[in-house]
């Protein structure tokens, strides 16, 4: 039992009966003491009491008129009227009243205290079974929040079994950056935690600014426009979202939510693919100066905030797609940098990521720059060369000159300026005009001298290249010598 209030006018009574509550055999927080009615109801309108122990004859609001005005209160104590054996026509009234028992003076410890155990019992049983019902509702809110597709009538079923533990009143939904467990001692305030990894709060009206000032001011806070019932906490919630990636982006503690039509920039679709081709070369202080320059623009409304975190979040998941092979990322790290508004800023934020892919950077680099690496490349190259006409493909020389297949695919582009797939077709498309301008092999004969098993391919793959087909480039080979000129 967390509060018990004893109101009795005459202190030595009072007294004995908080020498009695102290050795009931139930665990008791505090202990009021008042001496009337009035003081009596100023505590409980003040704090919440469990159980209240009142006597019936005392001056300027007596034990009777106490219980008829608490019943206007929206938490009622338990209440124990103490009287004596004169006053019993006012302990029945009293009862009628709401007062769960009464105790006849003399006062007798062994009754006080079976009353309290019994008492306590029961607000333990309702207390757990009002935390399940609260955990129940808190579930069913989320869901709400997080459901697209609700209907209307899983709406109307959860305002029907769960309205008493929402807001009468208007209310706010806000959502900050915290990702641990939330707690607020505030009736007024409803806090919901690991809503999609973040934590939610609906607040009544009044409560928001303590709460920004208080609570919530080490966080980053999206702010709703004020709603009513339950019906549109969602819209609330996806306004505190927008809301909340506006605070990220312009770098404030928190931000209402505002219909605003801006007219946003573009940025283009391969900015991502661009980014991480440049990475690992000296270019990459570009990109990053690019990425910079999104991040001013989102901070003052030239590009919206979820093109900003888009972009983030591609550029991130093709690095790792891209180089996960070849260095050993951070991968605690690297999930942290992948969901930036669990930081307070975009400040924050891409201060670390522009130092985590400097990091990143460094290491390749140095993977690059390695001679062996480049002896490997002219390993590699004149293996191409010597056998381009075999079954070849880059697994198999990446294997040959034993080193990791993604960073052979790096490496070789950087050191020859091409691609594997194009190189190899270069030299054997290169080979076949040769053969077809000083032998008179056949196209299929020289298909697979070339590499190409299959005949139409090569035709297909050799048009693209050349602009004509193997016969027409003879033809036009042969023409040009007995015209005297040079065709190659």
Not at 11 to 39: A, H, P, T
Not at 121 to 141: H, P, R, W, Y
Not at 234 to 246: G, H, P, S, V
Not at 313 to 340: A, C, G, H, S, V
């Amino acid at each position: 039992m967390k509060r018990l209030l004893i109101v009795e006018d005459e202190k030595m009574i009072r007294q004995g009966i908080k020498v009695m509550v102290k050795r009931s055999d139930v665990n008791i927080e505090e202990i009021l003491e008042c001496k009337n009615g009035e003081e009596a109801f100023q505590i409980l309108t003040d704090v919440k009491i469990d159980v209240m122990i009142t006597d019936i004859r005392m001056p300027k609001m007596d034990g009777i008129e106490l219980v008829k005005k608490i019943q206007s209160l929206d938490e009622k104590p338990q209440i124990i009227v103490v009287s004596g054996y004169d006053d019993f026509n006012y302990a029945v009234e009293a009862l009628r009243q709401g007062v769960r028992d009464y105790i006849l003076k003399p006062i007798e410890r062994e009754k006080i205290n079976s009353i309290l155990v019994k008492i306590d019992e029961e607000l333990e049983d309702k207390k757990a079974k009002t935390s399940v019902i609260k955990q129940i509702g808190n579930q069913q809110f989320k869901y709400l929040l997080l459901n697209q597709k609700i209907s209307d009538e899983e709406i109307r079923m959860i305002e029907e079994q769960f309205s008493t533990l929402f807001f009468r009143e208007r209310y706010v939904v806000c959502q900050c950056n915290c990702i641990m467990d939330l707690t607020i001692q505030n009736k007024n305030v409803l806090v919901l935690n690991d809503v999609d990894d973040y934590c939610v709060i609906i607040a009544e009206e009044g409560e928001i600014s303590p709460l920004i000032n208080g609570e919530l001011k080490n966080y980053s806070v999206g702010i709703s426009k004020v709603h009513e019932g339950i019906r549109e906490l969602r819209n609330a919630y996806l306004e505190a979202i927008q809301a909340r990636k506006e605070a990220f982006v312009k770098c404030v503690p928190f931000c209402y939510y505002q219909e605003v039509a801006y007219e946003y920039e573009t940025v283009p679709d391969d900015f991502a693919d661009q980014f991480v081709q440049l990475f690992g070369t000296a270019k990459i202080d570009g990109s990053l100066s690019k990425l910079s320059g999104i991040q001013f623009k989102a901070k003052n409304n030239k590009i919206s905030p979820e093109k900003l975190l888009e972009v983030t979040e591609q550029i991130l998941i093709k690095l790792i797609e891209t180089y996960e092979r070849i260095i050993e990322f951070d991968m605690q790290e690297f999930n942290k940098l992948k969901d930036p508004l669990r930081y307070k800023s975009a400040n924050e934020y891409y201060t670390i990521f522009f130092g985590w892919i400097r990091q990143m950077q460094q290491v390749i680099l140095e993977e690059f720059n390695d001679y062996k690496n480049k002896e490997k490349i002219n390993t590699a190259i004149r293996y191409i060369h010597e056998n381009f006409s075999k079954n070849l493909n880059m697994a198999v020389v990446s294997n040959h000159i034993s080193m990791n297949y993604s960073l052979f695919s790096l490496n070789f582009k950087e050191y020859t300026g091409m691609n594997f797939v194009n190189y190899l077709k270069k030299i054997r498309i290169d080979e076949a005009k040769k053969l077809l301008q000083e032998t008179e092999e056949k196209v299929l004969d020289i298909s697979q001298a070339v590499g190409y098993d299959n005949e139409k391919h090569f035709m297909k793959i050799f048009k693209s290249v050349c602009g004509v087909s193997p016969t027409e480039y003879r033809k036009n080979i042969h023409m040009g010598k007995k015209n005297g000129s040079d065709i190659i």
